[in-house]
């Protein structure tokens, strides 16, 4: 019922608002809903709608400035002469639980400056840094702050 | 001129500019982790920006462009760091500069 | 106004593709090729907004999810192969 609903919203999206493509678009969530039948991993409840209205309010903000002043930090490093690089792997530990939120937050630790994930594994992430500083306070500098927003929209 | 014509070009300019910083990227940086590293930030902003000038260009685009903008944003990060993560596995050194490695070969397959 | 924007993006996609043509690694090749992938598909919205025809965003859309698909079949057959 969860997988209908979304493909259905999707298709309208799509193909855009009128009474044949809302047909068409029934019949086609529905064959997809039987094949995917066993998939529960998206589900519906009343949180939902708070939650997407958290996502969208507290966490894009913030990921967009973030990955503007990255871009900007990647732009000053590729037009500087000298390219000032000093980069290396570092192993970050992560405490959210659920999966929707570790792929948000390994996106956006790629997405911001001078990280980018590599794998994770149980909960730790490696992570390939462009311009390492120090070796104490690593979780300070690389995701702390979007852990705190993604566990107060997701859990 | 309207407004959203000069408005969206001028993000449409913006994008091509990092697009071309990520083909800058691409050749200048030493190794594939780093040149993964620019090219993956600065195409992303790159289509952000041009797709958004073009659906504030030409307002009938604009779901669409959402669309594809909230697809780049998903696939584009995790298509990348399975590549770094691949070629680590496949044994593709680190450039001679890199300070600290705490991955260490990850775990054996 | 419009040119400049397809003038940046060819001295992009020359540069990527000159690290096709120079890679030292098979790795580096597919970097360079996902990072023109995604080049492509902004070039393909600005195309279809000079010829105002919906359906080449359709197309952008479907070339984004093959080259999705193909920076990560690529990679897993790179990680198996030792």
Redesign the interface.
């Known amino acids: 019922m969860s997988v209908f609903i979304a493909s259905l919203v999707l298709w309208l999206f799509l193909t855009g608002f009128s009474y044949q493509e809302l047909v068409v678009g029934i019949l086609v969530s529905i064959a997809v809903a039987s094949v995917f039948r066993n998939y529960h991993r998206i589900k519906f409840d009343r949180k939902l709608l708070v939650r997407l209205f958290k996502f969208i309010v507290i966490y894009l903000p913030v990921f967009i400035v973030e990955m503007v002043k990255a871009n900007i930090d990647v732009a000053a490093r590729v037009l500087n002469p000298k390219l000032p690089l000093n980069p290396g792997f570092v192993k970050v530990k992560t405490d959210l639980e659920s999966e929707v939120s570790r792929l948000f937050l390994a996106n956006s630790i790629t997405l911001t400056p001078g990280t980018l994930t590599l794998d994770g594994k149980d909960d730790h992430l490696y992570i390939h840094w462009i311009d390492v500083k120090t070796m104490d306070k690593k979780e300070e500098a690389i995701s702390a702050r979007f852990e705190r927003i993604l566990k107060g929209v997701f859990e | 001129m309207m407004w959203n014509e000069v408005l969206g070009g001028i993000l449409m300019i913006i994008g091509g500019f990092f697009y071309f910083l990520g083909g800058l990227g691409m050749i200048r940086m030493p190794d594939v982790y780093n040149r993964l590293q620019a090219g993956t930030k600065a195409t992303t902003l790159g289509t952000f920006s041009t797709v958004l000038g073009v659906g504030i260009y030409y307002p009938p685009f604009l779901i669409k462009a959402l669309i594809i903008i909230a697809f780049v944003a998903l696939t584009n990060p995790v298509g990348s760091s399975t590549l770094a993560r691949a070629s680590y596995f496949a044994g593709v050194k680190p450039a001679p500069i890199t300070k600290v490695d705490e991955f260490e070969g990850g775990e054996e397959k | 106004?419009?040119e400049?924007?397809?003038?940046?993006?060819g001295?992009?996609?020359?540069?990527?593709f000159?690290?096709i043509l120079l890679g030292p690694?098979s790795?580096?090749r597919?970097?360079?090729l996902?990072?023109m992938n995604?080049?492509l598909?902004?070039t393909i919205?600005?195309i279809?907004?000079i010829l105002?025809r919906?359906i080449y965003?359709?197309i952008?859309?479907v070339y984004?999810?093959l080259s999705?698909l193909e920076?990560?079949v690529?990679?897993?057959y790179?990680?198996g192969?030792?």
Request: without cysteine; positive net charge; hydrophobic residues 55%.
């Open positions: 106004m419009i400049t924007f397809f003038v940046l993006v001295i992009g996609v020359v540069l990527s000159i690290r690694t790795s580096d597919v970097a360079a996902d990072t995604v080049m598909i902004g919205t600005v279809a907004l105002k919906g965003l359709d952008a859309l984004g999810l999705y920076t990560v690529i990679s897993r790179l990680e192969r030792k």
